[in-house]
């Protein structure tokens, strides 16, 4: 009976508005008309009423024009007999209530600021378990695995299952099919994010467990996640609602668990999200809402059985989901790359400083490997007592017609995550200072060393069938043996760090073209060369030539560079025909190697932005981790939405933090020696490299003239800090013609 | 002489109306009995004392020249390839059948457009803020019309675009209107509103008409004698006049009664002679054009009329309609349905009518007689619509002075509320009801503010929860029993899943049965439909207006269109048209711009091209291949929803979800290809 639902919602509308009404005066009460409010570290003031009604929340007052919105919104009641339609209203009044949500939440930073723990991580042991809304930094870093479908889509759960058994048992169902999950509201006195820890289970972003909040008003950090990655990503504008609750429906699969009683207020959220195109499903008898059309199937569905809650949530959403099935004791996926092994869990630990752990990927003969073949060399698990370390050595040979030794890094660097991806096990690091610790929990279930062989053999054939037909993985864990290879690996890094460090643009006739984000960011084509690798930092022209191998009609294309058009710039004619066609005429030539002329597009997901600092004669370029704000007057999420969506924009330019030290990194501006500012988090990150390359460039202490926060954030504070260093921009020419 | 009178009376004793068969509609039933008792002749006794013209009714009669009339009857023994029937100066049955099938066409054009016309004049005098009683009172209408007459909404100043002042706005769309009337050249603005495949269809048949009323004058030139006998080539001009109707005259009717009155939105109300009262002055509205009556319910709601009508003795004002300016007034301010077309005499017959104001259409000379008998003040307000019994007052009704106008009327009536007899009897029945859709409320129904949009609807048709739509409108015919046609048609389609949208005396018939109340979904639905009326909150038939509000069935089938999923064209869609108990000129317009847009259309009663089998035919098999959509004929209520539904299964076949559909589960790639 949806009139029941109607019924119900509409109520619970006008209850959660008025009282958001009342908390609005209460805050007038305490706080100036003109006191900031927001949520942390965002670009995107309150995300859900920014996106959807193009309103910039920054004040108190401010708010005072959504709850009038929201009053309007709000349908009359339904009547029992010959009642006016329902639909309409009944999602008026669940928008009307999201949006009262926001603000509520809002108030909420304002009044208790301590409430929520800004933080990317929990910290249940400190009563810091509900984290809020994401900052930036996180939705950007995890908005990208919902647009280019790695992350297939959240389950938003509200309320609490019956047990914690009952709770984690939902949440690993989740887990393996890399479906985040986002928590809020309480049923019972209790909610599933305390089940969750109770259970022991980790949550936080980097379990994709995110526990929002206690009360259902919380929920709205979802919505306001999925929107901003719509903003950020899909290109979508502030205040188009339509485009903006489509791109929802069509691309970010969410639904709704409700676990306990749903009353008014739930009742009003869950309508609200139909908005979105995201079902409900609910663990109790509530009625039902089957007909499709709003959202891509049903509506609401009852009485799902906490069994099959899951596996109802997706086939509702229409959501297609892949179970990695390999056979290990361990549960594997996405979901648990974050999971940690703390001091208390941990069982076995290799590599870290303790003993030494290597990992090496090699070319071999069809002939000479068998595949499938896992060869432990030494102690397993068995042979080991809990506390004790092991050595490892990780020797993975593969061959394949298609195979070549310039894929050898590339697949080396798959088992940092695909190791990762076994619930129980963390690893980090990688090539000879790999650290992999072992769980308890992992042991319990019957993880072996061996294991890890299974996973790398299944997954390599599942990710790279098209270049490889064999993988054999020999595990060593004597230490002479581990030493032996380690010897033998540090060889093979060192020919391939020189063979990748010599390559130059001038080098190679063929560069890569990179579309993997043209779906959110439709005029941005990012060209890859050897040079300059792609700005999200995850590709160089090594990593796109094997994907273009892999998959020949994928993302990287081949691009003829041509004729070279301008040596200094960096543009090249064939590369000028390609990013046109691939643009559909909205972008017709770029540079390579200049930020000031025609600078390269720049999509949502690069690593940092630079920015020219005329004053300074030089430039500055900020990374996505740092939050404050830079001397170009503008944060990173500023720079970012102003340069997203694929836009060339002089003085402005992405790229990857790699590319900073690269040789021609806007070289045709007069490269890194014009850099005079960066965040120091950057600037220490990339230290050595920034001495190497400023040496070469004749500027050995190079690193020691670039100013960071700590100096100033404004181009006249760092100004005097510059010149009394002697930084070299000061002297170079006008840095604009 | 004497014997004839003699045999006269006789027959007219003999043949009164059996009041059970006459209609089934309770009410009308008792108020009949009524009438017979206090010796009021009504139309359901002259329907059994005067038989149609067996003739004329197959569409073979020609008396378009004082030759004739030559009578071409269909031979018993018909045979098509030795039929030589001829008038005399030659024309032969498809010929006279044709030309008198586009004269009704003519007629029923005119009927809207003409009403087009008195609107967009008034529309005219508001724009140029002559007149108090009327403004722009639906602005996002005005914008959202503008840009189909080729009126910019926006301009720009200094680089940046601004709304444009909704005064000029209006002004310029006034003039565009009023200009589609007579333009010299180009052709009907509005066709392009229709979906682009359709608009191609009309190019290539040549029947974009070039202007409203030249289309029609047109017709009137190649029916007169010895002008076009070629019954293909009459057609052709049928065909555009009905479109410069459908997609000219009463859209743009409707249009401007929106911007004028306001975009009617779901209201509720009630249905049939019981909302008449006793204790109150009954003003009882009936015709076609709100441009009066919106101005009288103003009137009737002011406290100055309702303490004069207390001072008389009443308790208040009721008022209620019939016929489709009932309609309009249904629509936009929840005015009840006093009944059908059928039962505008029997209003009168309750004894507790004090006025009956008409304006134009379906407004039967008889009703003169009818007042006669009892207090009522019958009050006619149009200048081209008067009537020559001396018992009828005409008001003339002048939209510069609307206010003291209705004031007049109102008084009028009230005034007369003294002077009813004590023999006062309004039947109990009644129904409730919702009203009030159209394209722009229906839209909105289907999602919200922020999802409101036509693909729900669609998606549920896909999904065969909803097996099509149809559209039954039309009007009420006293040679078949009253209301019966329309239910049985009506009740046959939702009970297999098919949504009805309704106009006319259609709707009203259905708001009497309780069809138009959510409630009736769970009654008389089957499930699929039933569920989709539920989730809705809606009645599974939804009230669009008046006649000329066909024109929202019009752009509703074109929402669908655009939405997606069911083809590019109104000929694709799982859709059918009907009129059970068709009787006016109107009707055979309003089916011509049907058949035309590419809708299958049923009509019931009787076909006035029986007697000419092979025009017949074109109009029922060959349209199709021309327009997609095609005529039919069937008598029999429950084989006439069975034809829309197997023409409603035929279509969804060539769509392809003549079976269940698969749930798509979708990875990133198959998101992708999704449009946002």
């Known amino acids: 009976m949806s009139k029941l639902v109607a019924f119900a919602a509409i109520q619970g509308g006008y209850n959660i508005v008025s009282k958001v009404e009342g908390d609005y005066k209460k805050a007038l009460d305490t706080f100036n008309a003109d006191t900031p409010v927001g949520f942390p570290n965002t670009a995107y003031y309150l995300p859900v009423i920014y996106s959807l009604l193009g309103i910039k929340v920054e004040k108190l007052e401010d708010m005072q024009k959504v709850l009038t919105f929201c009053r309007k919104l709000l349908p009359p009641h339904i009547k029992s007999r010959n009642h006016l339609p329902y639909l309409g209203p009944l999602l008026d009044a669940g928008m009307a209530a999201l949006l009262a949500f926001e603000i509520k939440e809002g108030l909420r930073y304002l009044n208790e600021p301590d409430f929520y723990h800004v933080s990317e991580e929990c910290d249940p042991e400190n009563g810091k378990l509900w984290l809020g809304a994401a900052e930036d930094t996180v939705f950007r870093k995890r908005g990208v695995e919902f647009v280019d479908g790695s992350a297939p889509g959240f389950a938003a759960i509200v309320g609490a299952a019956p047990t914690p058994e009952i709770a984690k048992d939902i949440i690993e169902e989740y887990q393996k099919r890399s479906i985040y999950v986002f928590l809020a509201a309480n049923h019972n006195g209790t909610s599933v994010s305390q089940q969750l820890v109770e259970a022991g289970v980790q949550v936080g972003w980097n379990t994709k467990i995110v526990p929002f909040g206690p009360d259902i008003s919380s929920a709205i950090f979802a919505l306001g996640f999925a929107n901003r990655a719509a903003m950020a990503f899909g290109g979508v504008q502030p205040g188009d609602y339509k485009k903006m609750l489509m791109y929802n429906k069509n691309r970010i699969f969410a639904f709704v668990n409700a676990l306990g009683d749903v009353g008014t207020e739930w009742g009003a959220a869950a309508a609200g999200c139909v908005n979105w195109g995201f079902p409900t499903l609910a663990d109790t008898d509530i009625p039902e809402i089957l007909p499709t059309g709003v959202c891509t199937y049903e509506h609401v569905i009852a009485n799902v059985s906490h069994e099959e809650m899951v596996q109802k949530s997706v086939e509702t959403r229409g959501l297609k989901v892949t179970i990695s099935d390999i056979d290990i004791p361990c549960s594997f996926g996405p979901a648990y790359e974050g999971e940690r092994v703390r001091g208390a869990d941990l069982y076995t630990q290799m590599g870290g400083g303790k003993t030494q752990a290597t990992e090496l990927v090699k070319l071999a003969e069809m002939t000479d490997i068998e595949d499938g073949k896992v060869n432990v060399v030494g102690p397993d698990i068995g042979d080991i007592k809990e506390g004790d370390v092991l050595p490892l050595g990780i020797y993975v040979e593969v061959a394949g017609r298609e195979m070549q030794a310039d894929f050898e890094p590339i697949l080396e660097r798959q088992i940092h995550h695909l190791v990762n991806y076994i619930q129980g096990i963390m690893h980090m690091g990688q090539r000879d200072i790999a650290w992999i610790r072992v769980s308890k929990a992992a042991i319990d279930k019957g993880f072996t060393i061996k294991d890890i062989g299974v996973v790398l053999h299944a997954k390599f054939h599942q990710d790279f069938g098209a270049i490889l037909d064999k993988v054999e993985v020999t595990l060593y864990t004597k230490k002479e043996d581990v030493d032996k290879l380690t010897k033998r690996a540090r060889g093979e890094y060192k020919t391939r760090d020189e063979r990748v460090d010599k390559m130059t643009d001038e080098d190679v006739e063929i560069f890569y073209s990179c579309t993997l984000c043209q779906s959110f960011a439709p005029s941005h084509v990012c060209a890859v060369s050897p040079e300059r690798t792609g700005l999200c930092g995850a590709y160089n022209w090594m990593d796109c030539r094997a994907s273009y191998q892999i998959n020949p009609t994928g993302p990287n294309q081949p691009i003829e560079k041509g004729e070279v058009l301008d040596a200094k710039l960096g543009m090249f004619k064939g590369v000028n025909e390609f990013v046109a066609k691939a643009s559909r005429g909205a972008i017709t030539q770029y540079n390579f190697y200049s930020m000031v002329q025609e600078p390269m597009t720049t999509c949502g997901c690069c690593e940092c932005i630079a920015a020219m600092l005329p004053s300074c004669n030089g430039v500055m370029t900020v990374s996505r981790e740092y939050t404050g704000e830079t001397p170009c007057g503008m944060k990173f999420t500023t720079l970012a939405g102003v340069m997203g969506g694929g836009a060339s924009s002089p003085g402005f330019v992405g790229h990857s933090k790699y590319n900073i030290t690269q040789r021609k990194f806007i070289v045709g501006d007069g490269g890194l020696l014009r850099m005079v500012w960066m965040p120091k988090i950057l600037k220490d990150e990339i230290k050595e490299r920034i001495e190497a390359r400023g040496a070469e460039m004749g500027v050995p202490d190079l690193f020691d003239k670039i100013a960071d926060e700590t100096v100033g954030i404004t181009e006249e504070e760092i100004m005097p800090f510059l010149e009394e260093k002697g930084h070299p921009a000061l002297s170079m020419p006008p840095i604009i013609g | ?676």
């Open chain 2, 1 to 676: 002489m004497a014997e004839v009178k003699e045999i006269k009376k006789v027959a007219k004793k003999a043949k009164m109306a059996d009041p059970a068969t006459a209609s089934i509609d309770p009410a009308t039933r008792e108020m009949l009995e009524r009438a017979q008792k206090l010796g009021v002749e009504t139309i359901f006794d002259r329907a059994v004392t005067m038989k149609a013209c067996n003739i004329g009714s197959q569409g073979t009669c020609c008396k378009n020249c004082s030759m004739g009339p030559c009578r071409l009857p269909l031979p018993k023994d018909y045979d098509e390839a030795t039929d030589e029937r001829k008038g005399l100066c030659g024309a032969t049955a498809n010929t006279i059948a044709a030309r008198n099938f586009i004269r009704m066409v003519a007629g029923g054009a005119a009927a809207h457009s003409d009403h087009g016309r008195s609107v967009a004049e008034v529309f005219m005098s508001a724009a140029r803020k002559e007149t108090e009683a009327y403004k722009i009172k639906d602005e996002g209408k005005l914008r959202q019309m503008a840009p189909h007459l080729g009126v910019a909404t926006t301009l720009e100043v200094d680089g940046e675009v601004q709304d444009r002042d909704i005064d000029e706005i209006a002004l310029e769309v006034a003039e565009k209107s009023l200009n589609e009337w007579g333009k010299a050249e180009g052709t009907v603005e509005y066709l392009k509103r229709a979906p682009a495949p359709r608009y191609e269809i009309w190019k290539k048949q040549g029947v974009l008409p070039r202007n409203i009323d030249r289309e029609i004058v047109e017709i009137m030139h190649r029916t007169h004698m010895g002008v076009d006998q070629d019954y293909k080539n009459l057609m052709k001009q049928g065909v555009r006049a009905s479109l410069a109707d459908g997609w000219g005259g009463s859209m743009l009717a409707t249009d401007m009664q929106d911007v004028l009155f306001g975009t009617p939105f779901p209201l509720v109300s009630e249905a049939n002679l019981g909302v008449m009262k006793e204790d109150m002055v009954n003003i009882v509205i009936h015709g076609h054009e709100p441009v009066l009556s919106e101005v009288i319910v103003e009137v009737a709601q002011t406290k100055e009329m309702i303490d004069y009508a207390k001072e008389k003795g009443a308790k208040g004002i009721q008022l209620s309609g019939i016929c489709c300016t009932a309609n309009e007034i249904l629509q936009r301010h929840g005015v009840p349905l006093c009944g059908t077309f059928l039962q505008q005499e029997l209003a009168i017959v309750t004894g507790a009518c004090d006025a009956m104001v008409v304006d134009i259409q379906c407004i039967m000379q008889n009703l003169a007689n009818v007042a006669k008998c009892f207090h009522t003040k019958l009050i006619t307000t149009h200048p081209i619509a008067r009537m020559e019994q001396d018992n009828v007052v005409h008001i003339e009704f002048d939209e510069h002075h609307a206010l003291e106008d209705a004031q007049r009327i109102v008084k009028l009536a009230i005034d007369n509320f003294t002077e009813r007899g004590a023999d006062v009897m309004i039947p109990k029945h009644k129904s409730p009801m919702v009203g009030g859709f159209g394209v722009e409320s229906v839209q909105y129904h289907l999602g919200g503010t922020f999802r409101g949009d036509y693909y729900t609807l669609n998606d549920n048709i896909i999904n065969g929860r909803i097996r099509g739509i149809g559209g039954v409108v039309g009007c009420n015919n006293a040679r078949t029993k009253h209301n019966e046609a329309h239910i049985q048609v009506v009740k046959e389609l939702i009970k297999n899943d098919v949504i009805v949208l309704t106009t006319g005396c259609n709707a009203i018939a259905c708001a009497m049965e309780g069809l138009l109340t959510p409630e009736s979904a769970k009654v008389f639905c089957g499930p699929g439909l039933a569920e989709v009326c539920e989730t809705v909150g809606i009645p599974p038939v939804l009230h669009l207006g008046s006649c000329v509000d066909n024109s929202r069935i019009l752009l509703a089938a074109t929402e669908v269109v655009k939405a997606g999923g069911l083809g590019n064209d109104i000929s694709a869609l799982p859709a059918a048209g009907s009129a059970p108990e068709w009787m006016s000129e109107k009707a055979i317009s309003i089916g011509q711009y049907f058949v035309a847009s590419g809708v299958y259309t049923v009509f019931g009663t009787v076909f006035p091209a029986e007697g000419a089998p092979v025009f017949q035919r074109f109009l029922f098999e060959e349209m199709e291949k021309m327009y997609g959509g095609m005529w039919d004929f069937e008598k029999d209520p429950i084989l006439h929803a069975r034809k829309m539904i197997a023409h409603i299964d035929k279509k969804r076949k060539e769509l392809g979800i003549d079976k269940a559909r698969e749930r798509v589960m979708m990875d990133m790639s198959d998101r992708m290809a999704l449009e946002v």
